[in-house]
């Protein structure tokens, strides 16, 4: 070796003197394909077990909390002691750690009766869950009671809330396709296709389209408000056979600036009859009736319908039976159809169309 070689060693030796010692590498931990092939070969990764309680004499729900946000499967465990114990235990889930607590669904989620240790594994779909002790009786010395310990786990069953593995969580990209349940109330749970709801144009707010914006009117008419209508009809006389003078009852106008007045005939005896009036009789405050229009001598030969319009501005056509008459229609009228020495019946009845 060289005189040059053996200076370089040396300062080798003492660079090296130098420098801070190394900890270990420390071992390479599980990629997140060895994990996921863990699961998918039944060794489930599981957390930290709680004690939602300890020795519990009374009836209560947990005041701890079990997250599974990251776990989908719940091993309890339950040690039981004292004199003829007896208790039943639920669990119940909740998305937010202090939120609202629900019974979760599901045969085995509630134990009854317990009365000895006891151990059972159950899916757990909601991002929290405590346990409910009810029911409990027996004679509990100190030490005694109800301990129950919660293990969280993924396992086979419902899809955890955020499922991590390795503290990664698995992210989809536009390549894949993952499938989705629905699970609709009303319906049996699992791949339930929706009901797609078509357009419904008919009236009225059972109309399932769009937001509804519903606004109404009233008006007042000297004692109580009335809703604001549009046209509508009413029976005035219904279908009867007649041979003398028939009233309707008292009808009520509510916001109609008019009306057609329709006699439908469906029999008629022989000789062809004839009405004689159709009035339109408008009621005074004092209670009595005054005629406002008569349409006179009404020949009906035979079956058919005759019309009749009382509103303001109606034109006079061939399609009316009578001349229109040129008025409006106060609150309260009747309609009044007056037979003459008929001797023979005519079947008939009597519309009004309110008309705005």
């Known amino acids: 070796m060289s005189v040059t070689e053996s200076i370089a060693n040396i300062a080798d030796c003492i660079a090296e003197s130098f420098k801070e010692p190394q900890e270990p590498a420390a071992p390479a931990g599980p990629t997140v394909e060895e994990l996921l092939a863990e699961i998918a070969q039944g060794r489930a990764l599981k957390g930290d077990p709680v004690r939602v309680f300890s020795a519990q004499q009374s009836n209560a729900l947990s005041d701890k909390a079990v997250d599974f946000r990251n776990f989908n499967m719940a091993h309890v465990e339950m040690i039981v002691s004292g004199t003829t114990p007896s208790a ?27 009365a000895a240790n006891l151990a059972f594994d159950v899916p757990v779909g909601s991002a929290w869950l405590k346990v409910r002790i009810a029911s409990i009786s027996g004679t509990f010395g100190a030490g005694q009671g109800y301990t129950v310990i919660v293990t ?4 086979a069953g419902p899809e955890p809330m955020n499922v991590e593995i390795g503290g990664i969580a698995p992210q989809l990209d536009d390549t894949d396709k993952p499938a989705v349940s629905l699970y609709l109330k009303g319906t049996v749970a699992g791949d339930t296709p929706p009901e797609g709801q078509g357009w419904n ?19 007042y008419n000297g004692n109580s408000h009335d809703k604001v209508y549009n046209n509508y009809d009413v029976v005035a006389l219904t279908s009867a056979a007649r041979t003398g003078d028939a009233y309707s009852a008292e009808l009520t106008n509510f916001n109609a600036r008019g009306l057609i007045l329709m006699i439908e005939c469906t029999a008629v005896g ?7 009036q159709l009035k339109i009789q408008f009621k005074t405050v004092s209670g009595a009736w005054q005629t406002v229009h008569a349409w006179g001598t009404i020949g009906l030969n035979a079956a058919g319908v005759k019309s009749f319009v009382i509103y303001p501005g109606a034109a006079s056509t061939s399609s009316w039976s009578g001349s229109p008459v040129q008025s409006i229609v106060p609150r309260s009228f009747r309609i009044a159809v007056i037979h003459t020495n008929q001797a023979d019946s005519i079947t008939y009845s009597v519309n009004v169309g309110f008309i705005i």
């Open 88 to 114: 039943t235990i639920s669990l119940e889930g909740g998305a937010e750690e202090g939120g609202n607590y629900l019974a979760l669904p599901g045969s085995n989620i509630s134990q009854t009766a317990v």
């Open 152 to 155: 969280p786990y993924v396992g």
């Open 270 to 276: 022989a000789p062809a009859g004839n009405i004689d």
């Open 201 to 219: 144009l008919g009236n009225g707010q059972g109309n399932r389209m769009g937001v509804v914006s519903l606004a109404t009117q009233w008006r």
